[in-house]
């Protein structure tokens, strides 16, 4: 069998066939020769047996060869395996008259994305940076650059940008304070959310308590919630169980009349498969959505952007949907869907005793709560 003069460009040599050509056993055109023989005629043959069977290499060599390739792969596999990026979880301004590369390195290898300045930055209003880092010799701005990061720390002068091991310890200990630092921030930040989470409660009850009927209720809660999330319109729909239908109950917004007591279908829009599926959507921009029906907007002229949509839930069964359109002073967050869950799990409580009886009155809810 005559070997080809050169390899095609389509042909891809395996790992096999460039250890075996590296180490002189076989050539490259044998190799090519191979392959195109395997392709036509042994597809299921391995390229080994076949470069053995065309007497290009013996079996000795060949066994020889793939026990280097199986401990090749498994190094390079247990490298894939044990290697972790560093997550850039920190940011760091470090303040010097040098470009200290070497410090940027170190930092960089500890998960920290650093900046290196050889002026203060001037900042208006909260810190910028995680951690503010001063060489020796700059320590003079130390004060000034006080207010630009929440965790401070000094490092000695760098020799020839080298940094000692001693200096190394050094920063890595600011960077664990600051981690330390971000770690208790988060914590007092979510002891805030709770606490403002049971003062939502709270307020939402007593305007529950007080309202003369479940419609001026829900009324209460839909103010609380555009008073709280500042939006152009809102809707809460009503599932009527007679034709599964929602219609639109309590309508905040530039088109209330013409919304006022409307029919949707459940096959159509968001807020139906919200409320076919009893889950919450926060959807920065609708127009990426499939789901979005943008009929009335086109009727209307209204632009829908953005939206929060929540189950009103009673029972494991939906009542109905919560619906808030285009935030106003920023984008909607997961504060604003958790504050809306809360709002939705009293509306369909509502929902579900205005379903049980005619009452004229719901002021025994404060005996309940």
Same mark, same amino acid.
Request: hydrophobic share 40%.
């Given at each position: 069998?005559?070997? !080809?003069?050169?390899?095609?460009?389509?042909? #891809?040599?395996? *790992?096999?066939? !460039?250890?075996?050509?590296?180490?002189?056993?076989?050539?490259?055109?044998?190799?090519?020769? $191979?392959?195109?023989?395997?392709?036509? %005629?042994?597809?299921?043959?391995?390229?080994?047996?076949?470069?053995?069977?065309?007497?290009?290499?013996?079996? =000795?060599?060949?066994?020889?060869?793939?026990?280097?390739?199986?401990?090749?792969?498994?190094?390079?596999?247990?490298? /894939?395996?044990?290697?972790?990026?560093?997550? !850039?979880? *920190?940011? $760091?301004?470090?303040?010097?008259?040098?470009?200290?590369?070497? /410090?940027?390195t170190f930092l960089a290898s500890c998960g920290v994305a650093a900046t290196v300045s050889s002026t203060v930055p001037v900042v208006h209003g909260p810190p910028i940076y995680d951690l503010l880092l001063v060489a020796a010799d700059y320590v003079d701005h130390l004060g000034i650059?006080?207010? $630009?990061?929440?965790t401070i720390g000094m490092f000695p002068t760098t020799i020839d940008d080298t940094l000692s091991p001693d200096a190394q310890v050094l920063v890595m200990r600011y960077v664990e304070q600051a981690r330390a630092y971000g770690r208790l921030s988060n914590s007092l930040e979510e002891k805030h959310h709770s606490e403002f989470e049971l003062q939502t409660i709270s307020t939402l009850i007593r305007s529950v308590t007080m309202a003369q009927t479940v419609q001026d209720a829900l009324l209460k809660l839909m103010t609380i919630v555009r008073d709280l999330i500042s939006i152009e319109a809102g809707t809460l729909f009503r599932l009527d169980p007679a034709d599964q239908r929602l219609v639109f109950d309590i309508v905040l917004g530039p088109f209330q009349n013409e919304l006022s007591q409307r029919r949707l279908s459940l096959d159509h829009g968001i807020a139906g498969w919200v409320a076919r599926h009893g889950e919450s959507q926060l959807i920065p921009d609708v127009s990426q959505d499939a789901r979005f029906e943008a009929t009335f907007d086109r009727q209307t002229g209204f632009q829908t952007r953005s939206m929060l949509c929540v189950?009103?839930?009673?029972?494991?069964?939906?009542?109905?949907?919560?619906?808030? #359109?285009?935030?106003? %002073?920023?984008?909607?967050? =997961?504060?604003?869907?958790?504050?809306?869950? #809360?709002?939705?799990?009293?509306?369909?409580? /509502?929902?579900?005793?205005?379903?049980?009886?005619?009452?004229?009155?719901?002021?025994?809810?404060?005996?309940?709560?």
């Open positions: 069998m005559q070997p !080809t003069d050169e390899p095609t460009k389509e042909t #891809i040599v395996p *790992l096999l066939g !460039t250890l075996l050509v590296a180490e002189g056993l076989v050539t490259q055109e044998q190799i090519s020769s $191979t392959l195109q023989l395997q392709q036509q %005629d042994y597809p299921d043959e391995l390229l080994g047996e076949i470069l053995v069977r065309c007497g290009y290499l013996s079996r =000795k060599s060949l066994e020889r060869v793939l026990s280097h390739q199986s401990e090749l792969r498994q190094n390079i596999v247990s490298r /894939l395996e044990s290697y972790t990026p560093n997550k !850039t979880d *920190l940011r $760091t301004l470090v303040l010097s008259r040098k470009s200290e590369h070497s /410090l940027s650059g006080a207010a $630009t990061a929440a189950p009103l839930l009673a029972l494991g069964q939906v009542r109905g949907v919560l619906q808030l #359109i285009n935030k106003t %002073d920023g984008e909607f967050t =997961k504060s604003d869907l958790s504050l809306l869950r #809360i709002t939705a799990a009293v509306g369909g409580m /509502l929902l579900l005793f205005n379903s049980l009886a005619s009452m004229s009155s719901p002021s025994w809810l404060g005996d309940v709560f």
